[in-house]
């Protein structure tokens, strides 16, 4: 008996030549089986073609990017976007979008074709309203396709220059020794410096009083002006108010302290663990687009970040590189949006408050 086996993805289609064309083989069956078997054989040189790199990109590939140009995830998707152009050798064209905290690119990017020539920029907001809001018009988990996990930015605890405490231990004394004066600004409610601001509070046993801006420059900038006193800000944007004088680093909201601020402490090493923050980027496509070309644009970031010169460029604004697998990043924010319902359900965060 002769046979060929074809395999195209997890599919697989063995057919016997003798049987297939004996007399006796129902015709009908026999379309069937050649078919599916012309199928297969499609499929397999889909997914070697993609493999390979040789069907994908064929023309401009286009970035929705939900923030306003100037954000630290623009910025950080139009780097990647040049080196994916370059490697290319296709245009990729970054499409700012921004209005409601990001949610209008977002669910404009949901409805585009799914053929990988439409990819959507996103952050933390695009997990955390998945657990603040029920007003959703996608489902972050349902309505897209994982890419690849860009990259994070740590959170720094700022205050102003001119306040009476210059290391965490200071602040907690001033904010016993003078009951409702300590105040924290972030981005609005429900944003990643609101939820810092909430786990500042529980792990140093103290009260502070949040004050939401529209958007983390204004809240940073209030901070440096001396309007509010504290303020969890985004490391890349709180350094050059640092170097300035106008502001300064309490404490890193990680593990580890930074290598860009190497004398300020991190939570951990002063006894808060759970105060950890930070801001992370990711690149995400609408439901449907075939998994190579995820796979093909996971493997391209990553080869872009492993190049020395670029990985360092970005180590030195306070970015580490990431470049995860698709289900890497797909298990990463399925975690992160725990973590998050446990700050937003214990300090009952609403968009309100």
């Known amino acids: 008996m002769t046979s060929e086996f074809c395999c195209a993805e997890s599919h697989s289609v063995l057919v016997d030549r003798g049987l297939l064309m004996s007399p006796g083989f129902p015709s009908s069956t026999r379309r069937r089986a050649l078919l599916g078997l012309l199928s297969a054989w499609a499929a397999a040189a889909n997914g070697r073609a993609f493999a390979q790199g040789s069907g994908y990109p064929g023309r401009t590939v286009s970035v929705i990017v939900p923030f306003p140009a100037g954000a630290t995830l623009d910025v950080l998707v139009r780097q990647v976007a040049q080196q994916l152009g370059d490697r290319w050798k296709q245009a ?125 420059g204004p809240a940073l900038a209030d901070v440096a002006s001396g309007q509010v006193q504290l303020n969890f800000a985004n490391l890349p944007e709180a350094l050059p108010l640092i170097k300035d004088g106008k502001i300064v680093a309490l404490a890193i909201a990680q593990p580890k302290r930074s290598q860009l601020l190497p004398s300020v402490p991190s939570f951990t090493e002063l006894g808060m663990p759970s105060v950890v923050s930070d801001s992370w ?21 990553a080869r872009a970040f492993a190049q020395p010169e670029f ?43």
């Open 92 to 216: 990729v064209v970054v499409d700012n979008r921004s209005g409601a905290g990001g949610i209008i690119g977002i669910a404009a990017g949901a409805k585009t074709l799914p053929d990988g020539y439409t990819l959507i920029a996103v952050a933390n907001s695009f997990v955390a309203n998945t657990v603040l809001r029920n007003d959703m018009p996608y489902d972050a988990f349902a309505d897209f396709v994982p890419v690849t996990l860009l990259g994070s930015v740590p959170h720094v605890l700022v205050a102003n220059a001119a306040a009476p405490y210059k290391s965490i231990a200071d602040m907690q004394r001033f904010a016993k020794e003078k009951p409702g004066t300590l105040s924290y600004s972030s981005g609005g409610n429900g944003t990643m410096s609101h939820l810092a601001g909430e786990m500042l509070k529980r792990a140093a046993n103290i009260d502070a009083v949040h004050v939401p801006y529209r958007g983390q």
């Open 281 to 301: 980027y990711g690149l995400v496509a609408p439901k449907g687009t075939p998994a190579e070309i995820a796979d093909r644009v996971q493997q391209d970031v």
């Open 311 to 353: 990985r360092n460029r970005l180590l030195a604004t306070g970015l580490e590189p990431a470049g995860s697998t698709p289900a890497a990043f797909e298990e990463f924010m399925r975690s992160t949006a725990q973590a998050y319902r446990r700050v937003i359900t214990d300090a009952r965060i609403t968009l309100d408050k």
